[in-house]
């Protein structure tokens, strides 16, 4: 795994080449699980979601995709800043900088572009709508732009054989990864739908443009005060106030901070001007600290996640609360 020089993983063939042997079945990207699968969407399941209407109550991919591209061109432009504005341009200190910051832009590119490509394909391949591989592969198309302009800047910077390991996926250079994302755009081109059913074709439309076009998300403001501390086998309420007050479903996710176990979930109900659930007593008998975040959902296809990450993305997407 080396996500930096990346080995392409096909969008269309499971059965095509690449190193990733321990993602779920059916071996593409498609298929691929997140590293935080609760507050992460599959590109799979997130484009059945869009053919169904009905949002899952994690960041989409095509979110992810928007997060990616700001971000690479946050730096690409703050890059061209510091081009103008510093003397010491010609210093190896700088151009190291320099060949990085436009390196890591352009793999942000990549990604994004390939992310939006792999859900539009999923929704080609569950519809045989000719629109949505028509974008699919413009989408991939422009993954594949991000990728070539990159690695050929990077080709007369970085070594031809960078190594990270013994095996071939772990060595060599950008610039090498460029036929397999080829290949795959041409598979693409040539691929036919593997299970096309019955799907209302405004339904279809609709999760086309919703692809190319995510909504802005809604955002409720939300006030909740962590309870200070829980005791071990006693039951803890959790409350959540909402600017405009009652008229949403609200689920509360918590789980034991153990990675070994799978979240919970429960409605909240309103009641005294808040939402209100309770944590049973068994479920808190536990050595382990409590975390926990909110679902609102506005709509069928709005859900906001709260606290869930800030802008800078670095914050702690949840709440904690440790033993009395």
């Known amino acids: 795994y080396w996500p930096e020089i990346y080995t392409n993983m096909s969008i269309v063939d499971p059965a095509s080449k690449h190193p990733y042997r321990d993602s779920p079945s059916p071996l593409r990207f498609g298929a691929v699980s997140p590293f935080d699968p609760q507050l992460f969407a599959r590109v799979d399941d997130f484009a059945e979601e869009l053919l169904k209407g009905t949002a899952g109550g994690k960041y989409s991919p095509l979110v992810v995709s928007e997060w990616l591209e700001q971000l690479s061109q946050t730096a690409a432009k703050s890059l061209e800043e510091a081009q103008a504005q510093t003397a010491a341009k010609a210093t190896p200190e700088f151009r190291r900088l320099a060949a990085d910051v436009a390196i890591q832009s352009g793999i942000g590119r990549f990604f994004a572009h390939k992310l939006r490509a792999g859900v539009l394909w999923a929704i080609y391949d569950r519809t045989g709508e000719a629109k949505a591989l028509e974008e699919a592969l413009k989408a991939y198309r422009a993954a594949h732009r991000a990728w070539s302009g990159m690695a050929n800047r990077a080709r007369d910077v970085y070594a031809r054989d960078i190594t990270y390991g013994t095996t071939p996926h772990m060595r060599g250079h950008w610039i090498d990864r460029l036929p397999a994302i080829e290949e795959d755009i041409a598979r693409m081109e040539k691929s036919r739908p593997s299970q096309a059913g019955q799907h209302d ?120 609360v440790r033993q009395a």
């Not at 005791?231 to 990675?259: C, D, K, M, W």
């Not at 799978?262 to 479920?283: F, K, L």
Request: proline share 11%; glycine share 4%.
């Open 201 to 320: 074709a405004e339904r279809v439309r609709v999760a086309i443009q919703m692809a190319l076009s995510p909504p802005k998300p809604i955002a409720v403001a939300c006030r909740h005060t962590p309870p200070a501390r829980f005791r071990p086998g006693a039951p803890l309420e959790i409350q959540l106030s909402l600017e405009r007050g009652n008229g949403r479903q609200v689920r509360l996710h918590y789980r034991r901070v153990n990675q070994a176990e799978r979240w919970q979930s429960i409605e909240m109900q309103w009641r005294d001007n808040r939402y209100a659930a309770v944590i049973p007593g068994p479920y808190t008998q536990s050595p382990y600290p409590l975390q926990y975040y909110f679902n609102l959902r506005h709509s069928a296809d709005q859900i906001q996640i709260y606290p869930g990450l800030e802008a800078t993305l670095s914050n702690q997407p949840y709440f904690v």
